[in-house]
């Protein structure tokens, strides 16, 4: 894992603004805004304008296919994965990460007449958010980290598309440490992410089956090891 972060130049860097709650509402709520990710943080709002790209969509369903596979090596393990849903602790944050993970039941469920987005004072929080960063690494890993850590997310994950780079931030002592293992994912190393990062050159399918013979092994290994 790289020790350094190194930030490239983006247009979206400096676009956070001063906001109400009322017009993040308005916005999220305008059926003409639906194809835009919303984030509030307490009394400031960015908009991602528009749909992401290729390479976006094919990272971004690569960690799909990454929690299914993993799941599938945990006996008797819950989890609900809600792809780009809404989480808002009303009147002072709201996000849309790519990723929202919930572990061990008792995730958010819809109910008719009730707004389309998950609300942190009726549910409780995720256990790991992920943001996949092609054009917006740079406030991925400031502004929605702190965003993330204001609404007690206890793991936060930042997929690097262009440098093939994942980062893990666990909450320990009410601040993001920068870790090389899954609190969520208990005993993914960063280390094997990164590998399959390194393969997407490939198709994703591809690359999500290599990850699943991989963690086959580490269960396998792990069997064998509690056995003597």
């Given at each position: ?22 017009e ?15 984030f509030?943080?307490?009394?400031t ?59 061990g ?54 997929i ?58 580490l269960?396998a ?8």
């Amino acid at each position: 894992m790289s020790q350094v972060i190194t930030l490239p130049q983006s247009p979206k860097i400096s676009s956070w603004r001063n906001a109400t709650w009322a017009e993040y509402i308005q916005r999220i709520e305008n059926p003409q805004s639906e194809s835009e990710q919303v984030f509030f943080n307490l009394d400031t709002i960015w908009v991602d304008m528009g749909n992401e790209g290729i390479n976006h969509s094919r990272f971004n369903e690569l960690f799909t296919l990454i929690f299914g596979f993993w799941f599938s090596q945990q006996a008797d393990v819950k989890f609900d994965l809600l792809g780009g849903c809404v989480l808002e602790k009303p009147k002072t944050q709201g996000a849309a990460p790519d990723k929202v993970l919930y572990i061990g039941g008792e995730a958010p469920r819809w109910q008719t007449g009730e707004p389309r987005r998950v609300n942190l004072d009726r549910w409780r929080v995720p256990d790991l958010v992920a943001e996949i960063a092609d054009t917006t690494l740079p406030i991925d890993l400031d502004e929605k980290k702190q965003l993330y850590l204001a609404l007690n997310i206890p793991e936060y994950w930042v997929i690097d598309v262009r440098g093939r780079q994942i980062w893990f931030f666990r909450l320990i002592e009410g601040k993001y440490q920068e870790c090389n293992e899954s609190g969520a994912l208990a005993g993914l190393p960063i280390d094997l992410v990164e590998q399959a990062l390194a393969q997407m050159d490939d198709d994703n399918s591809n690359v999500a089956l290599w990850f699943a013979a991989q963690i086959k092994d580490l269960s396998a290994q792990k069997n064998d090891l509690s056995q003597h």
